[in-house]
């Protein structure tokens, strides 16, 4: 309850959020700082562009509702948004293959390979495809209106060193090429 989560009109990669009715005060500047704080992995994400693309390796998303100011700094006036992937384990060798077919030519892919090195290594990959057709045929320059593609990739490592101290590292880089919707 009172979370809002939606697309800029004019900018379709990012998006407008909301707890408790706080929400950005100019929506369509995206430069603006938000009211609720968006971390990946408890890394704070400072702008909302490339917020609305998907995560290939996602294990929960945890909603703090409330100012987090205390616990996760400025812009958590409204509350914070943690979004925490999967890490690698030692136990088992998994691969995970996922695809998704849609209406307007939609195609999503997503891949994770979770790789035990040794008793106390592991890493774990992880990808991600996005491809969908716009609905309104452009006749000038640039795709159609509504054309996306989005590609992603991460690599986590993890090095469990003793039973008290644990090192993470993750890499993560994206892509997302969007012709947005024109309005009239």
Known sequence: PSLR??????????????????VPFDQNQTARDSGVGVYIDGVYVARSVGLSSDVA???RIEILRGPQGT?????????AINLVSKRPNTEAFEFEQKFTVGDRYLLTSKT???????????????FLHTEQDGFVENTGPGGDFGDREVQGYRMDVRWDINDSLTLDYAYDHSELDYYNSMYQ
């Open 112 to 126: 994770s390979a979770n790789i035990p090195i040794t008793d106390t290594l592991a890493a774990k990959l992880a």
């Open 71 to 79: 616990l996760y700094g400025r812009n958590t006036t409204g509350g």
């Open 57 to 59: 390796d996602l294990e």
């Open 5 to 22: 989560v939606a697309t800029f009109e004019a900018r379709q990669s990012a998006l407008t959020i909301g707890i408790r009715g706080i």
